[in-house]
């Protein structure tokens, strides 16, 4: 089997003599066509094409292409024998054609009689709520000696109950339905003005040449259209134990080509032609020497962090950040990602984006509570996890949820097939967590030394009133975590001592340590009970000299 591709040109000059055009029309025979295959970019789409097989030499046209088509970048492919030439001629048209001008106003009639049904079905949902809560209060106010039994009130309120549920239930679906109904006919009414207000259309036709050998073969014409693109949008909904997570992956494509895609094979490709649920992390902090210190030191809460600040920075970080830009991209140089969706799909042109399933998949996590008192008052839980998932992860924005309550949104870094990953799973209820400024002092110098020590002593108090995520006993671990001022000045020495808790040597946290100045703490809370985590920190410094903090 021999496979031809030629790419295609606009022979400009010639195309514009009408004697030449006028032959070309008159030899070339119509083909249809199908959108079989498309590949959705970031900003564009390249969209394949399948004709019925072709039985004999000769000059073949496909008409009325979308005038989003790039006419410099038109490919055709033939299983058997060879393309001997292609051309693109641009032509305008009336109008769009009257097919989808009438699909319009077909669609706008069901849309309509379906509002109708639906408004008869809610007055009749309005009347069968009414007579319920009536049945109901009768019920409950029924006197005791009307009763035959305890068991019988109970049975009768209970089944007038779940009656008046399932009702309440179908009138909600029923609003619903109506809203997103209401937003498709404002969308049909607005697409068919502008279809009905006339005026001429740019589109395109495709000349093709063809020298066939071995027998009848199908074409296959492959091009680009702009106005399109994806992005990944995910769903992480965590287990009642927190040890594993479901991911589903889905894309929103847009898609404005000016043709519709209906039961494609769809393809998505990275390739170029908080509050929400993410608790903070702490930062790092230097203090530094400066000038002589006035005996007003501000040793005034000199060492509170403003948590305002973490609040200020989810615009520069976070959410923000993960929303930046419509289109899906791999943020590593060179690298390109590509998704066949396993069933195919219909993606009609409009300005809404349409949402369709990339996959789902499970994914086992350890379970982690940490928090950062300086920046929070709120415990967090993160899940350490390795994406066993069959697909790249991009960056993009999950809604996150604990079991079915929705806890927000948090960012999805881009994460390869078998790489480690942690997934901002919310805040953890049922713990409670406070930190207190318990003193400051200000320890002048000896007889024989010029050092002078600020010291700021810290509490944290953890309270466990029940999480929901525990070891077997009942009781929690929790990550705590501060920023300790860095020293600029050899002359600066910082140190915390007097922790109640030992300060974490695991390997985990030891460049943390050592390069940012991010001390941690793993606490135990038990359960119903509290954990109080002290410290000292303390600051030796020459006497003459005013501390600076960053």
């Keep these: 089997m021999q496979t031809t591709i030629l790419n295609g040109f606009v022979l400009a000059a010639l195309l514009a003599a009408p004697s030449f055009a006028g032959a070309r029309d008159a030899e070339a025979l119509e083909l249809a066509s ?13 969209v394949t094409r399948v004709t019925e097989p072709v039985q004999h030499d000769g000059r073949f046209v496909l008409r009325g292409l979308t005038r989003q088509l790039d006419p ?12 001997l030439g292609v051309e693109v001629a641009e032509r305008r048209v009336d109008q769009v054609p009257e097919a989808r001008v009438q699909a319009l106003r077909d669609e706008l009639r069901a849309l309509d009689v379906a509002a109708g049904v639906r408004a008869d079905e809610e007055r009749l949902l309005a009347e069968l709520v009414t007579h319920v809560q009536g049945q109901l209060s009768a019920v409950s106010d029924e006197d005791d000696d009307a009763l035959p039994s305890l068991e019988a009130w109970s049975a009768a309120h209970a089944a007038y ?52 050998g071995a027998g009848p073969s199908p074409l296959a014409v492959e091009y680009f259209v702009g106005d399109c693109g994806w992005k990944p949008v995910y769903d992480l909904r965590t287990a009642g134990d927190a040890r594993s997570v479901e991911l589903v992956y889905r894309a929103e494509v847009v898609q404005r080509s000016g043709e519709d895609w209906p039961g494609v094979e769809l393809a998505l490709s990275t390739a170029t032609p908080r509050r929400g649920a993410a608790g903070p992390e702490p930062e790092p902090r230097w203090v530094d020497l400066g000038g002589r210190q006035d005996d007003s030191l501000a ?7 403003d948590s305002a ?17 419509y289109f899906a991209a791999a943020q590593d ?58 697909w790249v992860l991009l960056p993009g ?24 990953l942690d997934l901002a799973l919310g805040v953890v209820p049922g ?28 509490r944290v108090r953890l309270e466990n009133h029940g999480a929901p995520v525990t070891e077997p006993d009942g009781s929690v671990r929790v990550v705590v975590r501060e920023a300790i001022p860095q020293s600029r000045d050899e002359r600066l020495e910082v140190e915390v001592r007097k922790s109640s808790h030992p300060v974490s040597t695991d390997p985990r946290w030891r460049a943390d340590r050592d390069d940012r100045g991010f001390v941690t703490w793993v606490v135990p809370v038990p359960k119903d009970g509290e954990t109080d985590l002290t410290w000292e920190l303390v600051l030796a410094h020459p006497e003459s000299r005013e501390l600076i903090l960053e």
């Design 34 to 46: 199908r959108v079989d295959a498309v590949t959705v970019y970031g900003g564009s789409a390249r």
């Design 299 to 305: 040793r005034r809460g000199l060492f509170y962090e």
């Design 161 to 212: 109950d779940a009656a008046l549920a399932d009702l309440l239930r179908q009138r909600r679906d029923l609003r619903w339905a109506g809203e997103a109904d209401a937003a498709r006919r404002d969308e049909l009414r607005r697409e068919l003005g502008t279809l009905e207000a006339g005026g001429l259309v740019p589109v395109y036709d495709v000349f093709v040449e063809v020298d066939l």
């Design 431 to 458: 713990l409670e967590l406070e930190r207190v400024l318990v003193g400051e002092e200000h320890d002048a110098p000896g007889l024989f030394s010029s050092t002078a020590r600020e010291i700021t002593r810290w």
């Design 397 to 420: 924005v999950a809604a996150v949820f604990f079991g079915d309550d929705f806890i927000g949104r948090a960012a999805v870094d881009e994460v390869q097939t078998g790489q480690e």
């Design 72 to 83: 410099s970048n038109v490919r055709v492919r033939l299983e058997r024998g060879h393309v």
């Design 333 to 390: 140089a060179g690298l390109s990602v590509r998704f066949v969706l396993p069933a195919r799909e219909t993606l009609a042109s409009r300005d809404a984006a349409t949402t369709v399933l990339v996959g789902e998949a499970r994914l086992d996590v350890e379970p982690e509570l940490y928090c950062v008192p300086a920046l929070a008052d709120d415990v967090w839980l993160r899940g350490h996890a390795r994406n066993t998932s069959p």
């Design 309 to 325: 600040r973490y609040d200020a920075r989810l615009v520069e970080r976070g959410l923000e950040s993960a929303d930046k830009g």
